[in-house]
C-alpha cells in the first residue's frame, strides 16, 4: 500500500493546519486564562434544556422535514416580523445544521469553478475554506483599524471584476466586533445592485448589537432577493453545540441548497430544532439574561486595554470579541501571542488567522467572567514591550 497520505485528494495534500503557537505552554502552566474561545462560556438556558428533553420524550427523536420543522420556520417567520417588521414567508426559510453548515450552502450553491467571493478582511477563517471548498476564490478587500474597519467603497469597487459573484458580509464582525450602520448597508446594496451581485449576510451576533437596534441587510429597501441571511442559534442563544441555524433566501436558492443538504446531512437536528423554537418564544429573557453580560464584558475589557500603552484599539460596538493592534510592540501577532501565553499565561488568538489585515492585530474573546477578565489585564498592564 502507498503512504496513507498519498490518498488524500491533491487539493488537501498541503493543507494549512491554521495557528501556529506553542501550545504546550497550555500544559506547563496551570493559571492559563484562555481568552481565544469564540464559545459562549454560558450553559444553554434551563428553560430551553428542558423543552428538548420534554419534546425528546414526546418522540422528536426521528428524522424531521429536510426543510426544516415547520413549527420552528413560523416561528422564524413571526419573530422576523415582530423584530424587523418585514413579512417573511416560510417558502423563504431553511433550517440548516448551523450557519457554519449555512454559509457552505450557500457557497456551493451559487459558485461555479473559479467564481469570485469578495470577503472583507478581516474576516471569520471559515469563509476562505467555505469559498475554495465550492470551487470559488476568495478576494479580500481589506479593511483597517485606522478607519475604524468602514468598508471604503473605492475599494470594494476595485475588487469586483467579471468573475465576481458574492460578497460575505458579516455584520456584527467576528473578529473586529465592528457594527455597521445603515449607510453601509446601503452602501453593499448599490454595488450589489449595478454589478447584479448576491449578497451572503452573515448574521449570527444579532442581538450581540450594543448601539442602536440590529437592521438585517435583507431588510434595506429592494435589496431582499439578492440577500442570503444566515443566522444561528448557537451565539444569539448559547447553543453553539446544538447546531441549529437558518437561511433566508429566495426560494430557488434554497431549493438547491436544500438539495446539496440532502446530500450531506439530510435535516438539522431533530431536537435542536424544537430546543429553538422555545429558544425563540423567550428571546427577550435570553438577551437581558446572558448577552447584556457579554456587553458589560467588552466594554470592560476596553476600558482597560485603552490603558496599556503597547496597545490600541478601535473599540467594539457588538460581539464578544476586541481586536487590539500591537504596532507598538514591533512584534509580529504570533510572537505577541506567544509571548503574552509565556509571561501573561494568557492565550489569545494572532490576528493573522483573519486574513491580511487582521496581521498586527490579536483577537480577544471575552468568553470568561469579569472575575477572570480583570485578572488577564492586570497581568497583561504588568508586562512592558
Ligand atoms: C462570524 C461567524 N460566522 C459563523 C460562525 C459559526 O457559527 P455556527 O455555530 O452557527 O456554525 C461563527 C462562529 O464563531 C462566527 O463567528
Known amino acids: ?174 473578529p473586529t466586533g465592528m457594527g455597521y450602520d445603515r449607510s453601509t448597508l446601503e452602501l453593499l446594496g448599490r454595488v450589489a445592485e449595478e454589478h447584479d451581485l448576491l449578497i451572503a449576510a452573515d448574521e449570527i451576533y444579532t442581538t450581540y448589537l450594543y448601539e442602536g437596534d440590529f437592521i438585517p441587510l435583507r431588510t434595506i429597501p429592494g435589496l431582499a432577493h439578492r440577500v442570503i441571511t444566515l443566522n444561528s442559534f448557537s451565539k444569539n442563544f448559547l447553543m453553539t453545540g446544538w447546531r441549529v441555524g437558518v437561511a433566508i433566501a429566495e426560494p430557488e436558492i434554497l431549493e438547491v441548497m436544500s438539495n446539496i443538504n440532502n446530500s450531506l446531512i439530510y435535516t438539522a437536528p431533530s431536537i435542536s430544532q424544537r430546543a429553538a423554537i422555545q429558544a425563540l418564544a423567550i428571546r427577550q429573557t435570553i438577551r437581558e439574561k446572558y448577552v447584556l453580560a457579554y456587553r458589560d464584558r467588552i466594554f470592560y475589557a476596553a476600558d482597560r486595554m485603552e490603558q496599556i500603552p503597547y496597545l490600541s484599539l478601535v473599540r467594539p460596538k457588538g460581539t464578544f470579541y476586541l481586536f487590539p493592534g500591537i504596532e507598538k510592540t514591533g512584534l509580529s501577532a504570533e510572537d505577541f501571542c506567544q509571548a503574552l501565553l509565556e509571561r501573561a499565561h494568557v492565550l489569545v488568538t494572532p490576528g493573522t488567522l483573519f486574513g491580511s489585515t487582521g496581521a498586527g492585530h490579536f483577537r480577544i474573546a471575552c468568553t470568561v467572567g469579569l472575575d477572570r477578565l480583570k485578572e488577564a489585564f492586570d497581568r497583561m498592564e504588568g508586562l512592558s514591550f
Open 1 to 174: 500500500m502507498r503512504p496513507v497520505k498519498s490518498y488524500i485528494a491533491k487539493r488537501f495534500q498541503n493543507s494549512d493546519a491554521g495557528l501556529s503557537l506553542d501550545t504546550d505552554a497550555l500544559a506547563r502552566y496551570s493559571d492559563i486564562i484562555d481568552l481565544s474561545i469564540g464559545d459562549t462560556d454560558f450553559i444553554t438556558d434551563d428553560a430551553i434544556i428542558d423543552t428538548a428533553f420534554r419534546e425528546a420524550k414526546a418522540g422528536y427523536t426521528h428524522y424531521g422535514d429536510p426543510k426544516g420543522d415547520p413549527e420552528l420556520i413560523r416561528s422564524v417567520c413571526d419573530a422576523w416580523q415582530t423584530d424587523f417588521k418585514q413579512p417573511l414567508s416560510p417558502d423563504h426559510v431553511l433550517v440548516t445544521a448551523s450557519s457554519s453548515m449555512g454559509m457552505a450552502l450557500v457557497m456551493l450553491s451559487v459558485l461555479d469553478p473559479g467564481d469570485e467571493v469578495i470577503v472583507f478582511s478581516p474576516y471569520f477563517s471559515l469563509y476562505r475554506t467555505q469559498a475554495e471548498l465550492a470551487g470559488g476564490v476568495c478576494v479580500e478587500v481589506p479593511t483597517y483599524a485606522s478607519e475604524g474597519w468602514a468598508i471604503d467603497e473605492a475599494r470594494l469597487r476595485a475588487a469586483i471584476t467579471p468573475r465576481t459573484k458574492l460578497i460575505v458580509f458579516n455584520n456584527p464582525c467576528n
